[in-house]
């Protein structure tokens, strides 16, 4: 089977002759390796490969560049010109990674999947309908804004802020537009969260596609990994739906 052109790209930018065993694990008692949650099926080699390759030579510039800011800098825009290529609102991990195609769910799991490897503390967070990740270094909180960029690697605090404030009031107005009576969200989550947020989405796109069935099958997942208040409602709901679709059938 050939590999995907970007995987190629992503090889030959990282340096392929880098990849080694692929493990990304949790820890060392055999749980499911963080990239696995974003799977249905086992993670494709050349997948495995393409982080492999990127952590590499991220490893080798760490251990060159002594300025831990400039380096996180460099990790932010290096990834995201190479990997990130068009923004797209239903794209997942494998879509990313395949096709350059992502938006804030996957591009922030690209980058904490790194940030692990590289042994980079970070906090990923969800708000309503957005996620971004910030990193505590040098005594200050740096965002990783992966929607944007240009400026998407924001130091000022009072910038960081303003990017919240603008999140949280869209989702405000949204609300009220639509009269919908749901709490404003802004909390830390984890990579299996961040995951669950993935299939959520999915579960949301597939729904509105008509596709109820398939829906499901996200949504399931989706409860697994994240069993949120959000996630748990639209699986009531769509359980729900399901159920008078077969009452109707079976009066006809």
């Not at 990783?144 to 240009?150: N, R, S």
Request: aromatic share 10%; glycine share 4%; proline share 4%.
């Amino acid at each position: 089977m050939k590999k995907p052109l970007l995987i190629i790209m992503i090889l030959l930018f990282f340096g392929e002759g880098n990849a080694s065993a692929f493990s990304l694990s949790l820890n060392t008692t055999g749980q499911p390796q963080k990239l696995q949650y974003f799977y249905d099926i086992p993670v494709p080699s050349e997948i495995s490969e393409a982080i492999e390759a990127m952590v590499r030579q991220l490893e080798a510039k760490k251990l060159k560049q002594k300025n831990e800011l400039h380096f996180l800098k460099s990790v932010f825009y290096t990834v995201h010109r190479q990997v990130l290529k068009k923004y797209k609102e239903y794209s997942t991990v494998e879509n990313l990674l395949t096709q350059g195609h992502y938006n804030c769910v996957s591009g922030t799991a690209l980058y904490a999947l790194l940030l692990d490897r590289l042994e980079i503390p970070y906090q990923i967070w969800e708000m309503n309908y957005h996620v971004y990740l910030t990193v505590p270094i040098a005594g200050m909180q740096v965002m990783f804004e992966t929607t944007d960029p240009q400026q998407g690697w924001i130091t000022d605090l009072q910038e960081i802020q303003q990017r919240i404030d603008h999140f949280l009031e869209e989702a405000d107005q949204y609300h009220q537009a639509l009269s919908i009576s749901a709490p404003l969200i802004h909390r830390p989550i984890q990579l299996r969260q961040l995951a669950g947020l993935q299939y959520y989405n999915l579960a949301l796109e597939e729904y509105r596609q008509q596709n109820r069935q398939k829906s499901q099958q996200y949504i399931r997942k989706a409860i697994t990994l994240y069993p949120s208040e959000r996630i748990a409602a639209f699986e009531r709901n769509l359980a729900s739906a399901l159920h008078s679709e077969e009452n109707r059938i079976s009066v006809r």
